[in-house]
């Protein structure tokens, strides 16, 4: 397991964007780093502290904000079982997009790094962070929208 130091290191180290190039797109990989290590701790005040006032959208689900704290906090929805528990998603094998929860991906990857898509009607508008592994297939996505001034969590991983 890599300690958190060395997490933020790997995902500080990213490339920039293979997508369309956002002209700076160091402040939402700045947000996805935040996320994926307050995933990683399990901290579910920080993800709430980071989600978008909107909520989250995961698939054709709609999270409302002040529900989030039931959603990520145990054991029973997608959005907690994409982010912290691959168990828990086989259980609820009836939807599968993804193979494992984002922890065991941050647990499993090596070389990782954080591509930044910039806002289009592709993607809802929203900034999508790409993680990707030198030694994985799977890319989890996570994408972050302008609120405020900040850029909050607005979609995925896992969705």
């Not at 006032?53 to 145990?74: H, K, M, T």
């Not at 070389?111 to 890319?139: K, M, S, W």
Request: net charge positive.
């Amino acid at each position: 397991m890599l300690p958190l130091l060395a997490l933020v290191h790997l995902l500080a180290s990213a490339p920039r964007s293979a997508g369309v190039e956002m002209p700076r797109p160091e402040p939402v990989r700045r947000a996805a780093q935040r996320f994926a290590s307050a995933a990683r701790r399990r901290d579910v005040p920080a993800l709430l502290e980071m989600a978008s006032p909107a909520g989250i959208s995961c698939g054709e689900e709609q999270y409302a904000r002040r529900d989030l704290p039931g959603y990520l906090e145990g054991p029973g929805s997608w959005l907690h079982a994409s982010i912290f528990s691959t168990r828990e998603m086989v259980r609820q094998a009836k939807r599968r997009p993804a193979p494992y929860s984002f922890v065991e991906f941050l647990k499993r990857a090596r070389g990782l790094q954080i591509e930044v898509r910039q806002p289009d009607e592709r993607n809802g508008g929203f900034a999508c962070t790409y993680f990707h592994a030198a030694n994985l297939d799977y890319v989890p996505e996570v994408c972050f929208q302008k609120t405020g001034g900040r850029w909050r969590w607005s979609f995925g991983p896992g969705c």
